[in-house]
């Protein structure tokens, strides 16, 4: 199985600052037909995870253009502008790219 | 508006059977590919099983491979999974997603559900 790391696995922020979350994968995760099989999720408190980011670096319908993802091959960054705070929650990475898809340890944001 | 709605967990004692239901509306469901993901409590995210959009490609995460059992019926726009011989370690919120794509993989879910509690206990 392809393991997902992600770092940090908590992170304090103050509204207004930026945030940015590591993940790297054991394995490349470009796939033959040239897309990459990287997406971001945020779980809210109390919420099922919802999708923010997909092959790397698109935006799902609706999310904030204060997200955004990066990188390529088995290292990826979500980079948030301005913490707002309703980006409270975990973000998880996932890749998609060989079953089973698997998830990173996610990554607890909260608010100063 | 997409719409997954799970129902059938509860309490179990170890070694029955439980069967999830998910419900679909809001999007055209013999499209794509559904999956389940689980979530024990506290923890992470783990993809227990996931089947394409005509039934012809399944898989299962190695921890319950041979004893659940996925299904799907496009007729009533829903999404099943049996599980059997259940063990403590099974105890999870189960959540429903669909997949972008028709097939199991390459694989990622753009909606899910709110999720049904299964809790494995004597």
């Known amino acids: 199985d392809i393991v997902m790391t992600q770092t940090p696995l908590s992170l304090s922020v103050t509204p207004g600052q930026p945030a940015s979350i590591s993940c790297k994968s054991s394995?490349?995760?470009?796939?033959?037909?040239?897309?990459?099989?990287l997406y971001w999720y945020l779980q809210k408190p109390g919420q099922s995870p919802q999708l923010l980011i997909y092959?790397?670096?698109s935006r799902f319908s609706g999310v904030p253009d204060r997200f955004s993802g990066s990188g390529s091959g088995t290292d990826f960054t979500l980079k948030i502008s301005r913490v707002e705070a309703e980006d409270v929650g975990v973000y998880y990475c996932m890749q998609g790219i060989h079953l089973p898809p698997t998830f990173g340890q996610g990554t607890k944001v909260e608010i100063k | 508006e997409v719409q997954l709605v799970e129902s059938g967990g509860g309490l179990v004692q170890p070694g029955r059977s439980l069967r999830l239901s998910c419900a679909a509306s809001?999007?055209?469901?013999?499209?794509?590919?559904m999956h389940w993901v689980r979530q024990a409590p506290g923890k992470g995210l783990e993809w227990v099983s996931g089947?394409?959009?005509?039934?012809?490609?399944?898989g299962y995460a190695d921890s319950v491979k041979g004893r659940f059992t996925i299904s799907r019926d496009n007729a009533k726009n829903s999404l099943y999974l049996q599980m059997n011989s259940l063990r403590a370690e099974d105890t999870a919120l189960y959540y429903c997603a669909k997949d972008r794509h028709f097939g199991v993989v390459p694989s990622y879910f753009d909606y899910w559900g709110q999720g049904t509690l299964v809790t494995v206990s004597s």
């Open positions: 089947i394409s959009w005509n039934s012809g490609s399944i």
């Open positions: 394995q490349s995760l470009l796939h033959s037909d040239g897309k990459t099989y």
């Open positions: 809001g999007f055209t469901f013999d499209d794509y590919a």
């Open positions: 092959e790397v670096s």
